[in-house]
């Protein structure tokens, strides 16, 4: 009456199976496997265990250990792979970062004949602004020299700038600034009026551009900005690349 339920037991426990048998088959089982001195893959409590918990203590543990060890390997091969995608998507997010701010120096300011007013123009001539005091530029897309942005990739951008003027009492503004994308004007504002002893005016746009498209604002021929020059404020950014290139 031993050996066959020891059997059977053995075989139980070496298949990890779940016990089906009745509560008294049970308990004799649990005693003939207490009793056998021969070597067994559970200790006496493991082995109790299992009688009083069905799948658990020792007969899972192998299993949990590999499940254990596996799920490790495959973190460990996982946190690599985030850490590479991590880095690729930094290597190319910061190959996108195309982004510049810059106002004028308000020392570019010349004092026009026959009056104490200190402006940057008229000329005779449309003129690009030198927007000369750069805050920002990523990618140095923008040339400070010229105040004139050169796309390096194609894409989407958003550009920006900010026309001011100040005239003295009794003066009058007079003022027309356009934004110009390869030579073709794209938006602009303008004032002429002696009510205002000053006055400014923001334009936002959006532009396709490919790779080598320059953008850059003017001044229109005739026309002046007076006084506290630093708040001309001309800036942009790419708002998401091309794919097509």
Not at 61 to 79: G, I, K, P
Not at 189 to 207: F, I, K, M, P
């Amino acid at each position: 009456m031993v050996v066959v339920p020891l059997l059977f037991l053995l075989g139980a426990l070496s298949h990890c199976g779940h016990v089906e048998a009745q509560s008294s088959t049970n308990e004799m089982l649990k005693q003939a496997a207490l009793r056998w001195k021969g070597p067994l893959t559970c200790d006496k409590w493991d082995c109790n265990c299992s009688f009083t918990r069905q799948r658990g203590c020792c007969c899972a543990a192998q299993e949990m250990y590999q499940a254990e060890e596996d799920t490790f390997v495959r973190m460990t091969y996982l946190w690599h792979d985030i850490s590479t995608l991590n880095d690729n998507v930094q290597a190319f997010t910061d190959s996108l970062r195309y982004s510049f701010k810059a106002t004028m120096n308000t020392d570019i300011a010349i004092k026009i004949p026959g009056s104490t007013e200190n402006c940057f123009g008229p000329f005779n001539t449309n003129v690009p602004i030198p927007y000369s005091i750069v805050s920002l530029n990523d990618g140095y897309g923008y040339n400070p020299s010229l105040g004139v942005f050169t796309a390096t990739r194609a894409g989407v951008y958003v550009f920006s700038f900010t026309a001011y003027s100040s005239v003295e009492a009794n003066g009058r503004l007079y003022h027309k600034v356009q934004m110009v994308k390869n030579g073709q004007p794209i938006s602009g504002v303008w004032e002429n009026n002696r009510e205002d002893g000053e006055d400014s005016a923001s334009q936002v746009v959006s532009l396709n551009m490919m790779r080598g498209d320059q953008v850059y604002v003017e001044l229109i021929s005739g026309r002046k900005l007076c006084k506290h020059l630093q708040y001309n404020v001309f800036a942009g950014y790419m708002m998401y690349p091309s794919m097509d290139e």
